[in-house]
């Protein structure tokens, strides 16, 4: 199966999660894997982080493997706070 490389980059919050949605859940179409790499963002609010829990949901849907990684701080201190680290990121990591 080949796969899908993506970047998320700059602010990931209301003001823009439309146009990353749309994106995100377009990778997700296909039959490869996506990797979608999360070191760009800048910051991060709650709309963002309920895109990313959608697109995880859409891959478990359709059964396509998707894979967060290299997460900026924002997205890290977000993704603690909440508790959804383990939801959202793989387990490599979850564990950096």
């Given at each position: 199966?080949?796969?899908?490389?993506?970047?998320?980059?700059?602010?990931?919050?209301?003001?823009?999660?439309?146009?990353?949605?749309?994106?995100?859940?377009?990778?997700?179409?296909?039959?490869?894997?996506?990797?979608?790499?999360?070191?760009?963002?800048?910051?991060?609010d709650t709309a963002g982080?309920?895109?990313?829990?959608?697109?995880?949901?859409?891959?478990?849907?359709?059964?396509?493997?998707?894979?967060?990684?290299?997460?900026?701080a924002p997205v890290r201190?977000?993704?603690?706070?909440?508790?959804?680290t383990d939801e959202v990121?793989?387990?490599?990591?979850?564990?950096?």
């Amino acid at each position: 199966m080949k796969a899908l490389q993506s970047t998320v980059d700059g602010e990931l919050t209301i003001v823009t999660v439309a146009a990353q949605n749309q994106r995100l859940q377009a990778l997700l179409t296909g039959d490869a894997a996506v990797s979608v790499d999360l070191s760009g963002v800048t910051e991060v609010d709650t709309a963002g982080l309920q895109v990313l829990l959608l697109a995880v949901r859409e891959a478990e849907r359709v059964g396509v493997p998707l894979q967060f990684h290299s997460p900026s701080a924002p997205v890290r201190a977000v993704l603690d706070l909440t508790g959804l680290t383990d939801e959202v990121c793989s387990p490599e990591m979850s564990q950096a």
